[in-house]
């Protein structure tokens, strides 16, 4: 059975801390779900890890759709998460439309936007319509252009505004919301005032769960790696390691080896090799 927002609510009663990962493919998602992740984004942080853009501002709808899909299909027990965007909820009317496709073309459980007061009014509209949000307040990924990349909520202003957008962002009817790059203390504080779960990431360990991304924390993406990332694998050299011995092996003949290959009746060969290239009748 699929973990629902309740299950997810229910988890936080209870005091459990609840791991989130993302993934953007079939195969990844299977991983993720055979691991007990009870929730799966499928972030437009792709832009960087799969799609090799610089930010998540150049991703489409679409993409998200197209790897939404794959991820439904791979994973089977696990809350699935669609990412809205850049430019797809400017207004609520245009986030029905983008996070129905989501639902209903991508099959994803819930969506995930950003934004705090200001698009609280969206995700109520959106929640009214039966559509599960997630928020996302702190550092916004899609205003990396506006704000840079740096930790949100550090002076007493921009700490206070920030507590107003996760009150703003449950009262609309959010099922979680995501802190990512807020200091530790500040996001521990909002998380002890919320009734709903927060997902750290940056934030430090007083959030009631956290999310990594796929590529950080299995060491395959080397652009970059935030400070907030742990690597628990170092999949990158392992993976490179394997294509040069694969590569190697071509090389020198050693792959593929008899019990790769298949064999057949030698005469079936004679009978299909003689077929092609009959022989000239003698003068």
Same mark, same amino acid.
């Given at each position: 059975?699929?973990?629902?927002?309740?299950?997810?609510?229910?988890?936080?009663?209870?005091?459990?801390?609840?791991?989130?990962?993302?993934?953007?493919?079939?195969?990844?998602a299977?991983?993720a779900?055979?691991?007990?992740?009870?929730?799966?984004?499928?972030?437009?942080?792709?832009?960087?890890?799969?799609? /090799?853009?610089e930010?998540?501002?150049?991703?489409?709808?679409?993409?998200?759709?197209?790897?939404t899909?794959?991820?439904?299909?791979?994973?089977?027990?696990?809350?699935v998460?669609?990412?809205?965007?850049?430019?797809?909820?400017?207004?609520?009317?245009?986030?029905?439309?983008?996070?129905?496709?989501?639902?209903?073309e991508?099959?994803?459980?819930?969506?995930?936007?950003?934004?705090?007061?200001?698009?609280a009014?969206?995700i109520?509209?959106?929640?009214?319509?039966?559509?599960?949000?997630? /928020?996302?307040?702190g550092?916004?990924?899609?205003?990396?252009?506006?704000?840079?990349?740096?930790?949100?909520?550090?002076?007493?202003?921009?700490?206070?505004?920030?507590?107003?957008?996760?009150?703003?962002?449950?009262?609309?009817?959010?099922?979680?919301?995501?802190?990512?790059?807020?200091?530790a203390?500040?996001?521990?504080?909002?998380?002890?005032?919320l009734?709903?779960?927060?997902?750290?990431i940056?934030?430090?360990?007083?959030?009631?769960?956290?999310?990594?991304?796929?590529?950080?924390m299995?060491g395959l993406?080397?652009?970059?790696?935030?400070?907030?990332?742990?690597?628990y694998?170092?999949?990158?050299?392992?993976?490179?390691?394997?294509?040069?011995?694969?590569?190697n092996?071509?090389?020198?003949g050693?792959?593929?080896?008899p019990?790769?290959?298949?064999?057949?009746?030698?005469?079936?060969?004679?009978?299909a090799?003689?077929?092609?290239?009959?022989?000239?009748?003698?003068?």
């Open positions: 059975m699929r973990t629902t927002i309740r299950d997810i609510q229910q988890m936080h009663d209870r005091g459990e801390r609840i791991p989130m990962v993302t993934a953007y493919d079939y195969t990844s299977q991983i779900d055979r691991a007990g992740i009870p929730m799966i984004l499928v972030g437009d942080s792709l832009g960087m890890v799969v799609l /090799g853009h930010s998540t501002v150049p991703v489409t709808l679409d993409e998200m759709l197209h790897h899909r794959a991820v439904v299909r791979g994973a089977r027990k696990a809350l998460i669609g990412d809205l965007p850049f430019l797809t909820y400017a207004s609520p009317e245009q986030a029905v439309i983008s996070a129905g496709r989501m639902l209903q991508a099959g994803a459980q819930a969506v995930k936007l950003e934004g705090g007061m200001h698009i009014p969206t109520a509209r959106l929640v009214h319509l039966g559509i599960p949000v997630m /928020g996302h307040i550092f916004t990924p899609q205003a990396v252009n506006q704000i840079g990349l740096r930790v949100q909520g550090k002076r007493a202003a921009e700490a206070q505004q920030l507590l107003a957008d996760a009150l703003a962002v449950q009262e609309a009817g959010a099922f979680a919301i995501v802190l990512e790059l807020v200091p203390e500040l996001a521990q504080a909002i998380t002890e005032r009734r709903i779960p927060t997902i750290g940056g934030a430090g360990a007083g959030c009631s769960g956290q999310v990594q991304v796929w590529h950080d299995l993406y080397s652009d970059f790696l935030p400070r907030h990332a742990r690597r694998a170092d999949l990158a050299t392992i993976i490179g390691e394997a294509l040069v011995q694969y590569a092996d071509v090389r020198s050693t792959f593929p080896g019990e790769h290959s298949s064999r057949m009746d030698p005469n079936e060969l004679a009978a090799l003689a077929s092609l290239n009959p022989t000239e009748p003698s003068e």
